[in-house]
């Protein structure tokens, strides 16, 4: 079941992503994060307006994504970065797919234009997917994240929303 998310989502949430924290160079974070903090990242996703949904199964929550803010300055406000999550054992079953379709449909309903997916690079199947969705590659920025003892790019995908068939 994917449905939006509240505070109450938060140590779900942190659990996922903390994996990838831990053991992955697709966040560029390097420490934990407390239930709290991620509890005060949902709020100011939803305090903006913007979408944060989860992916709910009768153990918990097995995949989360949101919509926060472009950047802060007031020109950006049309524009967004999209990303999904999803717990370990949920990879490969097409969660990501459900996820980013249902976070695209409701975006369609919203005033945003511009709609930008980061990618730590190679990954492959993060790519699929948002090549998937109509997001085309931007920019490529070389070594730019240092984790694990590696230099990682980062790519940027974007696609304008309201060019899209809503």
């Known amino acids: 079941m994917i449905r939006p998310a509240t505070p109450d989502d938060a140590q779900g949430v942190a659990d996922i ?14 420490v934990r994060v407390t239930t709290e903090q991620m509890a005060q990242r949902i709020q100011a996703v939803l305090d903006q307006e913007l979408i944060w949904l989860v992916a709910a199964e009768q153990g918990g929550l097995v995949g989360y994504a949101y919509a926060s803010p472009w950047h802060a300055r007031a020109a950006y ?7 999904a999550y999803l717990a370990p054992d949920a990879v490969g079953a097409g969660l990501g797919s459900k996820l980013y379709s249902a976070l695209l449909q409701e975006l369609k309903n919203t005033s945003i234009h511009s709609v930008i997916g980061g990618i730590a690079l190679p990954n492959a199947a993060s790519v699929a997917l948002h090549e998937k969705y109509g997001l085309q590659k931007a920019a490529h920025y070389k070594e730019v994240g240092y984790k694990f003892g590696q230099w990682i790019d980062v790519g940027y995908w974007q696609m304008l929303i309201d060019e899209q068939d809503k």
């Open 17 to 30: 992503y903390n994996h990838y924290i831990d053991n992955t160079v697709v966040t560029f974070e390097e």
């Open 77 to 83: 406000r049309y524009s967004v970065e999209i990303s």
